[in-house]
């Protein structure tokens, strides 16, 4: 199990927050858990980036947080379910900003992100899936350029 070396600063409220939220995956799990309860394997799904171990560890983290619970069904095999805790449902509203504030300033955010990231080319669009959940789709400068013709 990973321990941390340094002890947190827990000063202020954003000090506690980025405690609580700072992670790669945390808030999009908490966003997909919002939508429905769901198995590991299904957030996996979702979020296909996130290897099994590291999702494994952030819901763990979330739990000991007390912002997600888990549900162990007595089946075999085991069964187990996540769903969100009255404390972390009290996030969503702020996730929800987030999101929309990520939505109003997608063209700025992305063009620095892939500055930052030294890409040159490649931009990114919109899709969904079938349950509406955004998801980002890469495309190539071609296509993207194509898209803009339309």
């Excluded at 700072?22 to 999009?28: A, D, E, L, N």
């Excluded at 069904?73 to 449902?89: A, C, M, N, Q, S």
């Amino acid at each position: 199990m990973y321990i941390k070396k340094t002890t947190p600063t827990l000063t202020c409220g954003l000090d506690l927050v980025g405690e609580v939220l700072y992670g790669k995956w945390k808030i999009r799990i908490l966003w997909f858990i919002h939508i429905g309860n769901l198995r590991p394997s299904e957030l996996q799904r979702k979020i296909p980036d996130v290897t099994r171990r590291v999702l494994n560890v952030q819901l763990k983290e979330l739990e000991d947080h007390e912002l997600v619970a888990k549900t162990i069904f007595p089946v075999l095999p085991p069964k187990v379910e996540y769903h969100l805790t009255d404390f972390g449902e009290s996030l969503i509203p702020l996730i929800q900003s987030i999101g929309l504030w990520g939505d109003e300033h997608q063209e700025r955010l992305r063009r620095v992100i892939l500055k930052h990231n030294g890409e040159s080319s490649g931009e990114f669009d919109n899709a969904y899936v079938e349950d509406n959940t955004p998801v980002r789709v890469a495309l190539s400068r071609q296509q993207a350029n194509d898209s803009i013709e339309k």
